[in-house]
Each structure stands twice: as C-alpha cells, then as structure tokens.
C-alpha cells in the first residue's frame, strides 16, 4: 500500500496484492452420506488485485479495483469441484458516503458498478445498492437518541450460486437468475441510557408487491412482510 495525503481529511491510497493460494481443503476432500470427493492434485488460485482509493474522512470513499484471477475453483451443477483453466479480470468501483444535512438528516449509501470480462469464472451483478436514508436526533434534553429511517437495497439480475442444504456449501448453477428487486426495511431505534429499543418493518414492500415472496437465492424465497423488535438493557454494578 502506498498512501499519499492531500491534506488533514483527504487521501489518496494505491495498492497492489499477489497471491497465490489452495483451494480449501473442502474442494480437496470430502464424504458425506451424499456427496463425496478425493481431489489431491488442485492447482494453486493465482490472484492479483490491484487498487486505488480516495477518501474524504467521514463524508466520502471511492475505491477502484482491477482483480485477476486464474484457476478458479468452485462446484459445478453436479456439486463437485471444477478448476478452471480460463482467467477473468473483475472490474469494480465502489462509492461510499456518510452524508449529514440540517445536523440530523442523513444519507449512508454504497453503490457498487462491476464487470466481469468472462462470467464463466466470475459472476457478479453488474449493479448493486444499499442505501439507508434515517433521522438522527438527540431529545429531551439529550436523554433520549432516537433514529427513523428506511433502507433500501438493490442489485441487477445474475446467475448467483445455489445454495445445496446436503454438502451445506453454494454450487454453480445456469437456470435462474435473481435480482432487480428492491427490498424496503423501515425501522426505528432509541436508546435511553443503558436500555435500546428496535422496531422494524421488514420487506415493506412486499404489502403491494404481486409476488412478495421474491428468491433471494434460486430455490430460497426471502421473507415475506414482517414486524421485528428487540429489546436490550446493560446492568452496571
């Protein structure tokens, strides 16, 4: 890593890694009554990253990555361990922000753009979001912190990996995409001295959507509108 300072805030940061690593050991063997596998003779993972980041200190972070990568591993469609001999590049920029306004509104909000040049090796979705819009206020005489806010997060459809409940690990898998659907939370917290309270409205859209169980994984719906709450008070001798 090489950082150069612009000044008491901002940031310039460069970075480069190389690795090169096995595959976990799970790849290399495995037996279960369901699935099982002897794989001694796996390459290494060859991954080199490289990186550039500009951060204004607690307002804004803006990371741009280029990552390499040769051998991948993963399990395929029949839920055995594939290495590949092909390579992929996976482009990505980030941009993080904390932004304040009027002393208690604020906006928290990571945008991510990526491309992989052969989705083959890597598969990502091209766009993803998260956002948490939320009030920030200090009352009665600051005893009593109270947060109001929704989040809201995002991403364009892609094939992601299945999830198989009998090996318990994600497999390769070219049926279903999931994605372009956005998922809503409205929530509340407050915290009075040592005691916090939580109040949330999952999946608010799901109330008008058509189809509200939406697959957060292919085969795996996500839930359905729900009301959470939780409770916690720290004792203190």
């Known amino acids: 890593n090489y950082r150069i300072p612009i000044d008491s805030v901002r940031s310039i940061e460069a970075s480069a890694v190389a690795e090169w690593k096995a595959p976990e050991f799970f790849y290399f063997h495995y037996h279960s009554n369901g699935f099982h596998w002897d794989q001694p003779d796996l390459d290494k993972i060859s991954v080199q990253r490289f990186g550039m980041q500009y951060c204004h200190t607690g307002v804004w972070k803006v990371d741009l990555t280029a990552q390499h990568l040769l051998h991948n591993v993963w399990l395929d469609e029949q839920v055995r361990p594939h290495q590949s001999d092909g390579e992929a590049w996976l482009l990505q920029g ?31 979705p091209t766009f993803a979001s998260k956002n948490s819009i939320y009030a920030d ?66 999946h608010l859209n799901a109330i008008w959507e058509q189809h509200p169980s939406y697959f957060l994984l292919p085969h795996y719906p996500g839930s359905q509108f729900g009301l959470y709450w939780g409770f916690k008070w720290s004792f203190f001798d």
């Open 137 to 202: 206020l200090q009352l009665f005489h600051r005893a009593l912190h109270a947060q109001f806010g929704i989040d809201v997060r995002y991403h364009t459809l892609f094939y992601a990996d299945a999830y198989n409940p009998a090996a318990g690990a994600f497999y390769r898998q070219n049926d279903i995409k999931v994605g372009n659907y956005l998922w809503g939370d409205v929530y509340i917290n407050l915290q009075i001295k040592h005691a916090s309270i939580y109040l949330k409205a999952g």
């Open 94 to 124: 980030r941009l993080m922000a904390h932004l304040r306004f009027f002393d208690w509104l604020c906006v928290d909000m990571q945008q991510m753009v990526q491309h992989s040049t052969n989705e083959e090796e890597v598969r990502v």
